[in-house]
């Protein structure tokens, strides 16, 4: 009896480890495979679905973080915005800065068959109320940044045999794309009074594609790039200023923050859909700071995409 009980002792024993360790397995198993789906949860998302959520945090920038533009705020290069455009005979007109070394960009281009008509929808509806205080976009240079082998944050000099060797090598890229096929998703106004056309692929390589193919044949780019990967956006406009409108309707800042929202509601009940073809990717370098957006000098290399799959 004294053998049989300590064996049934012993018996319970096991078991009772058996079980404590069946649980803390079960627990940590299911501690890695929560912090596994936290973690992949973007990865798995599509990409269409990503530019979806980073689209809704962009029209909440400017309710969550005010009207800057109306205090002389920042840009994207930390420059206030009296540093790049003056007002002069009522017009508003940019003030060139060198960019030393110049900018390096990768851009999608939009042709004028597309661009002309979205500019003119905004301009319908913005000029009446910020003329003099509001910098439209050339429309023959609308375009959608892809990569850049050297940036205002992290400069990458180059010979110029260096860059004519950057060129080929986006030249390389451009021929194994296919055109996209894309539309608008939204018009948003940001908190520094950038008006964004945010946009969707339907056919064709994802942005992400694009910028991860740039990166390959540009080994020597900056390793922080300006824009999420599944961003595709074009701006549209910058603005300035206060509105053109009597003060009485403008009582406090929500009447004026709604105004706003009304008309980038108008824009999009316009455009919103609009579908255009991307069929260029260019290698631009900018001589100025923002020499694309500010009609700067710059140097293009134009590469039609051309689906080829070798």
Not at 86 to 100: F, M, N, Q, S, T
Not at 176 to 191: A, E, G, H, N, Q
Not at 198 to 224: F, M
Not at 282 to 306: H, M, S
Request: proline residues 5%; neutral net charge; hydrophobic residues 40%.
């Amino acid at each position: 009896m004294p053998r049989f009980t300590n064996f049934f002792g012993q018996g319970k024993a096991a078991s009772a480890v058996w079980i404590i360790s069946t649980v803390v397995f079960y627990l940590l198993f299911r501690a890695v495979m929560d912090n596994s789906t936290s973690t992949n949860t973007e990865s798995l998302m599509s990409s269409s679905e990503r530019r979806t959520r980073l689209y809704n945090e962009m029209s909440r920038d400017i309710d969550e973080h005010g009207m800057k533009f109306l205090q002389g705020g920042e840009t994207s290069q930390s420059l206030m915005l009296n540093d790049i455009f003056e007002l002069r005979g009522g017009y508003v007109i940019p003030k060139p800065k060198a960019a030393d070394p110049p900018v390096r960009a990768n851009v999608l281009y939009l042709s004028p068959e597309f661009s002309n008509p979205i500019s003119k929808a905004v301009r319908d509806i913005f000029l009446p109320y910020f003329d003099g205080a509001i910098w439209f976009q050339n429309a023959s240079l609308y375009h959608f940044s892809m990569f850049h082998a050297s940036h205002h944050l992290t400069s990458v000099k180059a010979t110029d045999a260096e860059i004519e060797a950057e060129a080929s090598a986006v030249k390389e890229v451009a021929r194994s794309l296919c055109p996209l096929k894309i539309f608008l998703d939204r018009v948003v106004l940001t908190s520094t009074g950038v008006l964004l056309g945010c946009w969707q692929v339907i056919s064709g390589p994802d942005p992400v594609t694009i910028r991860s193919k740039l990166r390959n044949a540009l080994r020597h780019s900056p390793e922080k790039q300006l824009y999420d990967p599944v961003m595709l956006h074009t701006s549209f406009a910058r603005i300035l200023g206060h509105p053109k409108v009597p003060l009485e309707d403008m009582k406090n800042s929500s009447d004026l923050l709604k105004f706003f929202h009304e008309l980038v509601e108008r824009v999009n009940s316009k455009i919103r859909g609009f579908e255009a073809t991307i069929s260029e990717l260019w290698y631009v370098e900018e001589y100025d700071v923002l020499a694309l957006a500010l009609d700067g000098r710059i140097k293009v290399r134009k590469f039609p995409l051309g689906c080829s799959s070798h």
